[in-house]
């Protein structure tokens, strides 16, 4: 059973920094994705950014720029590093396992770890 492990989350002043990490119990390579998605109380939950197997990104655009993810491949992790945050981004992230074969996906999810932006 894949394990996905996230980390890193806390309480953060409004243009603070986080990085979040999310380890996983098989390589990081065997996922054809792997990503970040985030649930803000009442809203639905939203991609933040992923990552391919072979290293494209993709990030919702509106945190271009303020967010960057990336594989620790020594960690066998994939971090999230947010920047400048502001209080709407306050949310649960999660991070996302995608494994694609034979015409069948499967998705993996952590339990989330709690990002709170405020003064």
């Known amino acids: 059973q894949v394990q996905l492990v996230e980390s890193g989350g806390g309480l953060v002043q409004p243009g603070g920094s986080l990085r979040l990490s999310c380890a996983a119990s098989e390589s990081i390579f065997s996922f054809t994705t792997m990503g970040w998605y985030r649930q803000a109380p009442g809203k639905q939950r939203e991609l933040v950014a992923d990552i391919t197997s072979g290293g494209s990104t993709n990030y919702k655009v509106s945190l271009e720029g303020r967010f960057t993810i990336a594989r620790d491949i020594a960690k066998n992790t994939v971090d999230l590093e947010m920047s400048s945050l502001k209080p709407e981004d306050t949310a649960v992230y999660y991070c996302?396992?995608?494994?694609?074969?034979?015409?069948?996906?499967?998705?993996?999810w952590g339990q989330g770890t709690q990002v709170t932006v405020s003064s």
């Open positions: 996302k396992a995608v494994r694609l074969g034979a015409g069948v996906g499967y998705d993996y």
